[in-house]
């Protein structure tokens, strides 16, 4: 009997029947491949809420740092600024004291080592 029935097989209908199981295997090899696919994606998933129960906290604190970190950056400003005032009025502080005093310590100086070698003169004659 099964020589009967290729017998009665023409080509195109030997053709179609390989057609018909190459299609069925490429079908069931796809079906595997999205399955693997699916499953890999599901792990992927999966992982990726693990980060991000792990990453969002961890966000959530460094910008809790990064605003502490400003706070005192703008204390430290706040510090620098007021040590630059204090450098430029103790600057000039110092410039009006030497101008101040420079000429009359620089007068008494002379005027005691004027004195002091006239003494020194008289004490000799």
Do not use: H, W
Not at 58 to 85: F, P, T
Not at 95 to 109: E, Q, W
């Amino acid at each position: 009997m099964s020589a009967a029935v290729l017998a009665e097989l023409s080509a195109g209908d030997l053709a179609v029947v390989v057609v018909t199981g190459c299609s069925i295997v490429a079908v069931v090899a796809v079906l595997f491949a999205l399955q693997r696919v699916l499953s890999t994606l599901r792990r992927v998933r999966a992982t990726l809420d693990g980060i991000n129960e792990v990453a969002l906290p961890l966000i959530d604190d460094l910008a809790a740092s990064v605003a502490d970190a400003n706070e005192e950056l703008a204390k430290v400003q706040r510090l620098v600024g007021s040590a630059e005032s204090i450098s430029a009025t103790v600057d000039a502080t110092s410039k009006l004291a030497y101008r101040a005093l420079s000429a009359p310590v620089i007068k008494t100086v002379a005027m005691t080592s004027g004195a002091s070698r006239a003494a020194k003169r008289l004490r000799k004659e």
